[in-house]
């Protein structure tokens, strides 16, 4: 079945950088775009980033637009968030989602998430 | 930019109706609404996708519906296992995912 393990969450402080990772299986990984969303403590779901199936286009919340970069490898099916300059509002769990086509759609399968706190 | 507004908290008795509402400028536009359900502690998951269809595993209590500005999520009696946060999902202007800000459901 479809599965999605995120990793690299920790403890960073405010200015640091952190690589988030999400390792897929069950599907063929290259025909399906991919996202990040996150949910800080006590709060509600905040979409992150999106990238294609094919790598070309990203997109990308404007709260994180110029600090944040999400990239895919398909040859491990492993998708990735490189978090930089993070600030204390960062803090949160990141979730990986898979959308159900290449496109930007919606989020049909979603991962347990890994937990990013920014503190110094 | 839109804005998708849902009420904090449903409460409703085991074998009652709950209704959940979300509204938006968003869901006017021909943008699909959709509906996720967190359980404590858990990653969400898709429950209605495209304003009133069902993921295989989703049980048929669950369905959905689209007015205008206003997309309603309806459990028909309700069970205790259904407590959980409800989020809504549409696109804003931009055409970026936006989600509601939630309800949580209680089921007592």
């Known amino acids: 079945q479809v599965q999605l393990v995120e990793s690299g969450g920790g403890v960073v402080q405010p200015g640091g950088s952190l690589r988030l990772s999400c390792i897929a299986s069950?599907?063929?990984?290259?025909?399906?775009?991919m996202h990040w969303v996150r949910q800080a403590p006590g709060k509600g779901l905040e979409w992150v980033a999106f990238?294609?199936?094919?790598?070309?286009?990203?997109y990308y919340a404007d709260s994180v637009e110029g600090r944040f970069t999400i990239s895919r490898d398909d040859s491990t099916n492993t998708l990735y968030l490189q978090m930089n300059s993070v600030r204390a509002e960062d803090t949160a769990v990141y979730y990986c989602?898979?959308?159900?086509?290449?496109?930007?759609?919606?989020?049909?399968?979603w991962g347990r998430g890994t937990t990013v706190t920014v503190s110094s | 930019s839109y804005e998708l507004t849902q009420p904090p908290s449903v409460s409703v008795s085991p074998g009652q109706t709950a209704r959940i509402t979300c509204s938006g400028d968003?869901?006017?536009?021909?943008?699909?609404g959709y509906w996720y359900q967190q359980k404590s502690g858990q990653a969400p998951v898709l429950v209605i996708y495209?304003?009133?269809k069902r993921p295989s595993g989703i049980p048929e209590r669950f369905s959905g519906a689209i007015s205008g500005t206003m997309a309603t999520l309806t459990i028909s009696g309700a069970q205790v296992e259904d407590e959980a946060d409800y989020y809504c999902?549409?696109?804003?202007?931009?055409?970026?995912?936006?989600f509601g800000g939630g309800t949580k459901l209680t089921v007592l």
């Open positions: 999902y549409s696109k804003d202007s931009s055409e970026n995912p936006l």
């Open positions: 495209e304003d009133n």
């Open positions: 069950g599907f063929t990984f290259s025909n399906y775009g």
């Open positions: 989602a898979k959308a159900p086509s290449g496109g930007f759609d919606y989020m049909d399968v």
């Open positions: 968003a869901l006017a536009k021909k943008k699909y």
């Open positions: 990238i294609r199936f094919d790598g070309i286009n990203e």
